[in-house]
């Protein structure tokens, strides 16, 4: 059973990622490219598909959006622009638009993937190339940081207290080199400061 219809919404369709808000809206978010095709840089957007199954752009001209959050209190949705290396957070509106758009954290030489947001209002952020998962303050001050052998491509947290931070890790050689082998992924675990919060 389709839900909600993203073609109409951009060219190519937002597939990427997903976080569902507390009210039931569904935000998707693509790149704007095929990277593993190896086609040319294009901004991407975020669409919004709310819970009659009516879809939306609602931001658009984003660098390569990845991961996506909505922080705990429900009013404040977080991308990561992989290649603009920063999190950029928005307003959720009352109709599920998105508007304030800032920079939530500039990371340096960051490339933020997967995010996961805690109690404490921070954020992780899963970093392939620089092989860690980084925790963040709003203003970029880094307050964790968990090197790895391996490039991270997701972190959630989660547990009986939601204070363990599972951390998807996997070598990375390139989208070219993306489905040879050998297969080197790991599933990792360390115990966070902060519990989960916000959604996911």
């Known amino acids: 059973m389709t839900y909600g219809d993203l073609k109409t919404v951009s060219d190519p369709p937002a597939i990427n990622e997903l976080v569902v808000d507390g009210r039931g809206n569904a935000y998707v978010n693509g790149g704007g490219f095929n990277m593993m095709a190896g086609e040319e840089f294009a901004p991407g957007v975020i669409a919004v598909v709310a819970p009659d199954g009516s879809a939306r752009q609602v931001a658009g001209g984003l660098a390569f959006p990845n991961g996506m959050l909505v ?3 429900g009013s404040t949705l ?4 992989s290649y603009a290396k920063r999190l950029t957070a928005f307003d959720i509106d009352a109709d599920g638009g998105l508007s304030n758009r ?5 990371l340096g030489d960051g490339v933020p993937d997967s995010l996961c947001a805690d109690a404490e209002n921070a954020v992780w952020y899963a970093d392939v190339p620089n092989k860690r998962c980084v925790r963040v303050r709003e203003g970029g001050q880094v307050l964790q940081t968990i090197g790895l052998d391996r490039g991270c491509f997701a972190c959630a947290l989660g547990g009986t207290n939601g204070t363990t931070l599972f951390m998807l890790a996997q070598e990375w050689n390139g989208p070219e080199n993306m489905f040879t082998g050998p297969r080197s992924g790991l599933v990792l675990t360390i115990e966070a400061p902060a519990p989960r919060a916000g959604w996911p």
């Open 71 to 73: 922080m705990p209190g």
């Open 102 to 106: 800032r920079v939530w954290a500039d």
């Open 78 to 81: 977080i991308v990561a622009e």
